[in-house]
């Protein structure tokens, strides 16, 4: 004997809407909170076609139990069972076809058996249908509380590193993380901060760079000349630049007074992959020099003791070194920044694979937003930029500190990743590894892209 279907009863058609339109929001949220710990409201919008596609999947098998109208029969369950497996595999087929969204089969299953459960509740309580709806309040209650407290509490969880030197390109990120920005557009960021280049009112982190942060700020250059020379090294590409113009300054020893006095001579820097190098090369191919023959370029010789020894007789100096040279009457060779050369400086570098992961494209979003407001700030606010270089590195804070400043002017106000400065990169390290690359493969702006169409950009300036 089949017992009676609770849809048949009087109150069915509104019970039905009732609880599909429940269990609906149930089949979304839940797994959207256990995969990316959000609520729907805040989901990434590229995983949008991820979430249409569950909702569709259960509309369809709400449609399937209302047409079919099953009893608490095993034939009726059992029929159920199948609808339920079979929308979810056409769901799962149709994620397929999207290579731009990785699968998860963990929340096509979590979805699907939340459906199952909802499709067969009303139908073994019957009558009893208080008991369901206190089940479903329940499911919705924990998943909107504990996505609101994930989005207020810690937020999104960011591993960030800065590369090895403290340059002024990095004091607009220094202004984000100070000024409280990362916890503004919702992230929690962890932060490795480099050794103190002598004094410093902010102190590095203890311990080495992690070796595979989320997030690192670093030269683009430097990163692309390992990827075509070293094996293992992993395919990063730039979401944002943040120093796209060659700035540095060329200080020589007494007695030096111009680059040609340089043919010939050893010039320091930090290595051949680092920035400092990349300058090195470009001066070499600018002066028509063999960058081995016509000249010595050091690694590990770039700082000033290493001038002041004679152990190299001119040097690629950063901030630091440059401040204090200049101040005790070293000649200036060349200001880098009259060139007009692009380079691929300090830019926000994430592994490739890292961004396809579920819920990366909005987390890297959030972190350009914070960023770029950062770059506002610095620009907008002269007396924090100031402030805030004198904390990160004392030389910057002096009376050189205004000199310093306006080398910033450079950054761009719409921090794109450095296109010339790449396609300037693999000239200048050419080799048969590098032409198996194109530009586009070092870098990808659409994250850029949708922040500028958006106004976002333009509102910071405003």
């Given amino acids: 004997m089949t ?38 409201a805040t989901l990434p919008v590229g995983w949008m076609p991820h979430v249409v596609a569950m909702g569709s999947a259960y509309l369809a098998l709400a449609t399937f139990v209302v047409l079919m109208s099953p009893g608490r029969t095993l034939r009726g369950l059992l029929d159920i069972v199948a609808a339920t497996v079979s929308v ?37 309580l019957q009558r009893r249908r208080a008991y369901g709806f206190v089940i479903q309040v329940v499911l919705i209650l924990a998943v909107a509380v504990s996505g609101a407290w994930n989005q207020t509490s810690s937020g999104i969880h960011l591993e960030v590193a800065f590369g090895d030197s403290r340059s002024l390109s990095k004091v607009p990120f220094v202004i984000t993380y ?11 960021v962890e932060l490795w901060i480099p050794p103190e280049e002598g004094e410093s009112g902010i102190a590095a982190s203890q311990g080495g760079r992690p070796a595979h942060p989320d997030i690192l700020v670093d030269g683009h250059s430097p990163l692309i000349y390992r990827m075509v020379t070293e094996a293992n090294f992993p395919a990063m590409i730039s979401l944002a ?34 920035t400092t190098g990349y300058v090195a090369r470009l001066l070499a191919r600018r002066m028509g020099w063999d960058p081995i023959l016509d000249i010595s370029i050091l690694e590990f010789g770039r700082d000033a003791d290493s001038l002041k020894n004679r152990l190299v007789d001119a040097i690629v100096a950063n901030e630091r070194s440059f401040a204090q040279l200049q101040k005790e009457g070293y000649p200036v060779l060349a200001n880098t920044r009259d060139w007009s050369e692009p380079m691929a400086g300090n830019s926000v570098m994430v592994e490739r ?24 700030l610095f620009h907008r606010n002269p007396e924090l930029a100031r402030q805030v270089m004198a904390k990160w590195n004392r030389h910057m804070g002096d009376d050189l500190g205004e000199t310093v400043y306006d080398r910033g002017d450079s ?46 950009l333009d509102r910071l300036y405003k």
């Fill in 241 to 274: 630049g943040g120093d796209c113009l060659t700035r540095t300054h060329i200080i020589g020893r007494p007695g030096l007074e111009r680059l040609e006095d340089l043919k010939g001579k050893r010039l320091g820097i930090n290595r051949q992959r680092s």
């Fill in 353 to 376: 694979e890292w961004l396809s992961a579920p819920g990366h494209r909005d987390a890297a979003l959030r972190f350009l937003k914070a960023s770029a407001e950062g770059f506002a």
């Fill in 88 to 124: 979810y595999g056409a769901a799962l087929v149709l994620l397929s076809a999207r290579p731009d969204i990785p699968v998860s089969r963990q929340v096509v299953a979590l979805s699907m058996s939340l459906a199952l459960f909802l499709a067969l509740l009303p139908i073994v």
């Fill in 3 to 40: 017992l009676q279907n609770p849809e048949t009863t009087s109150a069915g058609p509104l019970f039905g809407t009732v609880w599909h339109t429940l269990s609906l929001a149930i089949v979304l949220a839940v797994p959207a909170y256990v995969e990316w710990g959000e609520s729907l």
């Fill in 411 to 456: 950054f761009p106000r719409k921090p794109y990743p450095c296109y010339e400065g790449v396609k300037r990169t693999m000239e200048i390290y050419d080799s048969n590894e590098m032409r198996r690359y194109t530009p586009k493969d070092f870098y990808d702006d659409s994250l850029m892209r949708e922040l500028d169409e958006s106004g976002f």
């Fill in 178 to 188: 100070e000024q409280g920005l990362f916890e503004k557009y919702g992230l929690d």
